[in-house]
């Protein structure tokens, strides 16, 4: 269970709110073709791969590192954004998600994959009333995410 759950916010991370679970493969692959650098990439491009990778791998320290200088290189960067929150996350570290979330919504608003994030934020806290009222947000604007739905039935216990 605990495996499928952290499947469901890494295939989100990695995917960028892709609907439907996919193979470790599939995500590998994603990672490789989403910011495909061959070593040119900008900083933040180098270090969001980096931390997709650390993260999909379940070393949530060093992909919360590798978010964070994403983060530094390019403040404007939704996706270092979501990442560094989902690290913080896994880390426990849920005052430093809620700032990366409330950056992330300034940045991006009210994204499907950033309320599903969110959601799953309040899930791993056990606050499946604040879980519930973010995912139906997300499900109200990608009704089909089988992620989101997921989550969903994860918050509805």
């Not at 690290?87 to 994204?111: C, I, M, N, S, V």
């Not at 899930?123 to 995912?135: E, H, Q, S, Y």
């Amino acid at each position: 269970m605990k495996d499928r759950i952290f499947r469901f916010i890494a295939i989100g991370l990695v995917a960028g709110g892709l609907a439907g679970c996919q193979s470790a493969s599939t995500i590998d692959t994603a990672l490789t073709s989403a910011f495909q650098t061959n070593g040119q990439g900008s900083l933040a491009e180098r270090k969001i791969v980096a931390g997709q990778k650390q993260f999909a791998a379940g070393n949530y320290g060093l992909a919360e590192k590798n978010f964070r200088l994403a983060v530094e290189a390019t403040p404007a960067n939704g996706t270092a954004w979501l990442g560094l929150a989902a690290a913080y996350d896994q880390l426990g570290r849920f005052d430093l998600a809620d700032r990366a979330y409330t950056q992330l919504l300034k940045l991006e608003g009210p994204k499907a994959s950033v309320l599903n994030n969110q959601g799953f934020s309040y899930i791993l806290r056990g606050d499946m009333k604040k879980a519930r009222k973010v995912l139906a947000d997300a499900r109200a604007l990608a009704p089909d995410n089988a992620i989101i739905e997921g989550n969903w039935k994860l918050a509805a216990g």
